[in-house]
């Protein structure tokens, strides 16, 4: 169990080992990433001699949702990187709340996937033109003819023929890639991924896309765009059904039983949560870490919701 003074002041923490960088340190927008359907600036910030890419979501960028409150993205990307970091697993890169050029905002550790690498591109483009504006005017988009290519998350995801998953690979759905084709989509049963879907059943992720998979060539895996999570609701969309039903680990059952107690009430985890997140929210991450212990699976769609999110790269 963390220690207290691993969760202090919002912003200010030092449960990462870029935290006091990201918090401190003088940002600087060198371009926008396109492709988000929010305002997302690419940034280098610097302090005491060290510098960083990094990733800048002003709130005034965010477009509003139906589901979520207004200007309250940022604030639950902080809170699933506590999450994150409470299990011990490290799967979402370090991000903190701070004020920025164009106000307040959740800036978060650049992360270069395997992937990007691999195929000679950025994973996301950036454009470094000099429009620098918080419109979030760029939209995501994919042609659904995609198979395991190169893109984000590639090695993970895959789109096969036939209606039954290679060994090592676990089934999601039928997808339909075009010209009356339908093909398997499937991912990987790599433990990585199966710590990211406990994970995002505990935070409420209601967009988990290929795309937001970043694997990296150090053999960790990340996972970005927790923006719309600790819903009370069941909005749980992910590309990671695969283990549906399944028994937990071993595993994940000993992280989980170690994350309800740092959800108790007064224990630091659940203070710092409740300044990011509603009561009604947080009360609802407590009980649904509860319900996978009383089950020890994995949760099933619900059928009240899409479970695939979609675009979903």
């Known amino acids: 169990m963390p220690a207290p003074e691993r969760l202090p002041a919002p912003g200010v923490s030092t449960t990462g080992e870029h935290e006091d960088l990201l918090a401190l340190g003088e940002l600087t927008v060198v371009g926008r990433i396109r492709e988000a359907s929010n305002a997302v600036l690419l940034c280098t910030v610097a302090y005491e001699g060290a510098t960083a890419d990094c990733v800048y979501k002003p709130v005034k960028g965010e477009r509003p949702l139906w589901d979520f409150p207004d200007g309250n993205l940022a604030r639950r990307e902080v809170a699933a990187y506590l999450v994150s970091e409470a299990t011990g697993w490290g799967l979402v890169p370090e991000t903190v709340l701070r004020d920025g050029p164009y106000g307040e905002g959740m800036v978060q550790r650049w992360i270069e996937s395997a992937d990007a690498n691999a195929s000679g591109d950025e994973g996301a ?20 003819s995609g198979a395991a290519d190169g893109g984000p998350g590639s090695g993970l995801l895959a789109l096969v023929e036939g209606e039954e998953a290679a060994e090592g690979w676990k089934p999601v759905a039928l997808a339909e890639v075009g010209e009356g084709r339908t093909a398997l989509l499937v991912h990987a049963d790599d433990p990585r991924l199966r710590r990211m879907a406990v994970l995002d059943a505990v935070i409420n992720n209601g967009d988990r896309k290929g795309g937001h998979l970043l694997p990296t060539a150090d053999g960790r895996l990340y996972g970005i765009d927790h923006g719309v999570t600790f819903h009370t609701e069941d909005k749980l969309r992910t590309l990671l059904w695969g283990w549906a039903g ?66 979903p790269v």
Request: a negative charge; proline letters at 8%.
């Open 125 to 144: 483009d950036a454009d470094a033109s000099g429009d620098e504006g918080a419109d979030g005017s760029g939209d995501e988009g994919a042609d659904g």
């Open 246 to 311: 399944e028994p937990l680990t071993d595993e994940a059952r000993q992280v989980l039983g170690s994350l309800g107690a740092e959800l108790a009430d007064g224990a630091p985890l659940a203070t710092r949560l409740a300044e990011l997140v509603t009561a009604a929210e947080l009360a609802a991450v407590r009980d649904r870490v509860g319900q996978l212990l009383r089950t020890g699976t994995h949760p099933k769609p619900s059928g009240q919701w899409p479970a695939i999110p979609w675009p």
